[in-house]
């Protein structure tokens, strides 16, 4: 593999997104483990060895990532590879799900993703090279309607019907404009 590709792993302190890093920085990519707990960061990227570098952030805090970005390509040189693996779940029903709970599913899976392919697809543009990976759910639309909505889950169809919010569609619409690899 080629030793020089520079990667960004969201949410890769632990689970999906460590495994995902591990497989980089096993192959000789450096990659950027990002994460918002310093300490359990800091240690996975000790366990990754010396091609993982921490990335401490947490992307809810919207306003912070340009500038982290930014910070890193600056670093970096460049970034070749983005995996947006971050995400929350939230295995509640249907029926007792609050505002303010979808409103925090929405704004780590939707918004956040959205903030950060924004500025690496910034990075990539300069660089005229890039892939953004979005991590999904394999789950289709149940009971557990915050994840599988913000997750895009299996298939789109299967929610349009079930969803006559607009909301469905920007989110549709969105996840087709930032898969850009
Ligand atoms: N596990 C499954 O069966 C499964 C199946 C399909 C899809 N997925 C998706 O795959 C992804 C990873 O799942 P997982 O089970 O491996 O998750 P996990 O073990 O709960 O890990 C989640 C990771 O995301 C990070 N994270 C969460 N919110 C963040 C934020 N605001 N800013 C920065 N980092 C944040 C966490 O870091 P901190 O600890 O520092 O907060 C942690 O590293 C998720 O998007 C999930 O929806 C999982």
């Given at each position: 593999m080629n030793k020089n590709l520079i990667a960004l792993v969201t949410g890769a302190n632990a689970g999906l997104g460590f495994a995902t890093a591990k497989k980089f920085c096993d192959n000789g990519i450096t990659t950027y483990v990002n994460g918002r707990n310093k300490e359990k960061t800091l240690q996975a990227c000790e366990e990754l060895g010396p091609n993982a570098k921490p990335f401490i952030l947490d992307l809810n805090n919207l306003d912070e990532i340009p500038e982290a970005v930014a910070k890193l390509a600056e670093e970096a040189g460049k970034i070749d590879i983005l995996v947006n693996n971050a995400g929350i779940n939230m295995k509640k029903e249907f029926l007792e799900?609050?505002?303010?709970?979808?409103?925090?599913?929405?704004?780590t899976n939707v918004l956040a993703l959205f903030a950060v392919s924004r500025?690496?697809?910034?990075?990539?543009?300069?660089?005229?090279?890039?892939?953004?990976?979005?991590?999904?759910?394999?789950?289709p639309l149940d009971r557990r309607m915050a994840l599988t909505i913000s997750k895009f889950s299996r298939s789109r169809r299967e929610c349009m019907p079930s969803m006559s919010s607009c909301i469905e569609y920007l989110l549709v619409l969105l996840s087709e404009a930032i898969v850009i690899s």
């Open positions: 799900v609050t505002n303010d709970e979808f409103q925090n599913i929405l704004h500025e690496v697809a910034k990075v990539m543009k300069k660089n005229n090279y890039g892939s953004i990976i979005r991590r999904i759910s394999a789950k």
